[in-house]
């Protein structure tokens, strides 16, 4: 029984994640294709000639070099900036168990759950007034403190089984409390930090509705905002909207394969300890 | 012992960051919501008459009707497929074929999730685009002419189609954690109970769905926050129309915030969006709290 069964599921599944996939190869068929080619052929063919006229327009036009660099210069400096101050939170909350530790971990918790529209226009006021709007400075304070809630979170649990006898060691050997941290707690959980890191990087990558509000000025825009603004543009049509969509989809999706392990690694840390 | 005292100080830039971006902008943002705020000039006191405006607002109802819709399609029925998707994966393809199809299989259906929301929109909103849209231009070259449709600007269909690219989004993350959740399971127990005659479902059902509970209800609680949570999307496909048919509670915000100058309002809004957020995140500690007793006895 089993013998026939087993083409049979093997082919639901195939079916199913082609039905997935089948986006991401629409895209990928119909960036390359002249606006002639898809008028007549429609969406399920092959392009008739490799066209990438389309790909280097658009590039062009939104600047996706800068737009590039934009999100990589604010994920970069989140990612780094909200793994520094996750490790020290959690560094005084896991190992050092201040008092007050739950409520700590209850607030940063809660922090990290609450929807961005209840901070928005307080911090867009805000940032007026200091005068950070439209600024690149104003986003990665803002998500390195978000990020950092998430990260206090995670990394506590992980430092409240940190094993007690290096730092009774350490303590030993005279070393402060910044001596421990640096040299002993930091390279033990290097493996979690990097996947802290890795999470960091392509969350800020992805976000929308915050970079939406503060990066008005074109040059300061991050890829998701500058492609999703453009979206309804009248001049836009079938060959340019998947060109378009392509360059969105190429870095999360090079992402995902550089960091795949530590993304499958770092997913249920979060959830279920 | 060690002494605890002394790492308080490693506390005062997580605490200090917090206090400027999270703590002041929420209270301040409580605070706005019982005023009148065009965004310039001084705020006006106005008590609750946001809050007692927004029971009266068919659009604050519709983006909340919406909102169970989007439930269903980022939450519930995710979790139903993932449970079926994962088990399958795990017991049967991971087993009998080998485990690096299963991965590979379960990378596919994971892929949606890496990508910018943003970018979910465009994609999609070039597939259900009616004039040169994929969607369409297929259903023509098949010659099912009448099924093509305008699916995104038409309020009949709207919600529905942006449902449909949530289940596609989201399917992957419940797959992913259900996956790993099995590998908890003690494979003895498969064996035990194939021995006793339980067939697959009754396996599935009793074995796999009972033990990877916990991992069902972290599931279900962040990906029905993530739907309260749902912006991109909708500000990339629909904004909220034709009409109100696919507003949600953050556009909705935005929209008072930025678009028709009602600050108050808005604020308003996004309050009770955060106090059922909070509230519902509230009921997802107890229940983990619930299962880590359980598991200490």
């Known amino acids: 029984m089993n013998r026939a069964i087993r083409p049979a599921v093997l082919a639901t599944l195939t079916v199913l994640v082609l039905l997935v996939l089948s986006p991401f190869a629409l895209v990928a068929l119909n960036a390359f294709k002249r606006p002639a080619d898809y008028a007549t052929n429609g969406p399920l063919s092959l392009p008739d000639s490799l066209y990438f006229k389309g790909l280097t327009d658009f590039w062009i036009r939104v600047d996706f070099g800068e737009k590039l660099w934009n999100s990589f ?9 909200a793994v520094i101050v996750s490790v020290l939170n959690a560094y005084a909350l896991g190992i050092g168990r201040v008092r007050g530790r739950s409520l700590f971990l209850i607030f940063f918790l809660l922090a990290n759950l609450l929807p961005q529209e209840a901070l928005v226009y307080p911090l867009y006021y805000l940032s007026k007034e200091v005068g950070l709007y439209n600024t690149q400075t104003a986003v990665i304070i803002i998500f390195t403190a978000i990020q950092s809630a998430f990260g206090t979170y995670l990394l506590s649990s992980v430092y409240a089984v940190f094993p007690r006898e290096m730092l009774e060691a350490a303590a030993i050997d005279g070393a402060g409390k910044v001596r421990t941290l640096w040299r002993v707690v930091v390279p033990i959980s290097w493996p979690s930090l990097s996947v802290l890191f890795t999470f960091f990087f392509i969350w800020t990558w992805n976000e929308f509705f915050l970079p939406l509000v503060f990066l008005i000025s074109n040059d300061k825009q991050t890829v998701p905002v500058a492609l999703g603004v453009l979206q309804g543009d009248r001049l836009m049509d079938a060959t340019t909207t998947s060109a378009s969509a392509l360059l969105g989809i190429a870095p999360a999706v090079l992402f995902f394969l550089i960091f795949q392990r ?3 690694r770092g997913i ?3 959830a279920v300890k | 012992m060690r002494s605890n005292r002394g790492y308080a100080a490693f506390l005062i830039p997580g605490a200090i960051l917090s206090l400027v971006v999270i703590v002041v902008p929420l209270v301040m943002n409580v605070a706005i919501s019982f005023t009148r705020w065009q965004g310039v000039g001084t705020p006006e006191w106005i008590g609750l008459d946001n809050y007692s405006r927004l029971l009266e607002d068919d659009n604050f109802w519709a983006s909340f009707r919406n909102i169970i819709f989007l439930i269903f399609a980022m939450a519930v029925i995710p979790t ?11 017991d049967y393809v991971a087993k009998r074929v080998g485990p690096r199809t299963a991965s590979a299989f379960r990378s596919g259906f994971y892929l949606p999730q890496v990508l910018p929301v943003a970018v979910t929109g465009i994609v999609w909103g070039w597939i259900l685009n009616p004039s040169f849209g994929a969607l369409n231009a297929i259903l023509t070259n098949a010659g099912l002419d009448a099924l093509a449709k ?22 992957g993350y419940p797959v992913v954690m259900f996956m790993s959740g099995l590998q908890r399971v003690d494979p003895e127990l498969y064996e035990a109970a194939s021995i006793d005659g339980a067939n697959w479902w009754q396996r599935f059902i009793r074995i796999a769905v009972y033990q990877i509970k916990p991992e069902i209800y972290v599931v279900l609680v962040t990906t029905t926050i993530a739907a309260l949570k749902v912006f991109g999307q909708i500000f990339v496909l629909t904004r909220g129309g034709p009409g109100n048919a696919t507003l949600v509670p953050s556009y909705f915000a935005y929209q008072n915030f930025f678009e028709k100058a009602q600050v108050g309002y808005g604020s308003a809004i996004a309050t009770v969006l955060t106090l059922i957020i909070v509230a519902l995140s ?15 006895l």
């Not at chain 1, 210069?73 to 900036?81: D, E, K, R």
């Not at chain 2, 995104?152 to 399917?171: C, E, H, K, N, R």
Request: hydrophobic share 60%.
């Open chain 1, 73 to 81: 210069f604010i994920s970069g400096s989140v990612a780094v900036l």
């Open chain 1, 262 to 264: 530590t993304l499958s």
């Open chain 2, 282 to 296: 509230v009921v997802f500690l107890r229940i983990q709290a619930r299962g880590e007793q359980k598991d200490a």
């Open chain 2, 150 to 171: 305008n699916w995104l600007g038409d309020p009949t269909y709207a919600l529905y189609s942006v449902m449909v690219m949530l289940i596609w989004f989201q399917v």
């Open chain 1, 268 to 270: 249920m840390s979060g």
């Open chain 2, 80 to 90: 139903a497929i993932g449970l079926v998707l994962a088990a399958v994966l795990f």
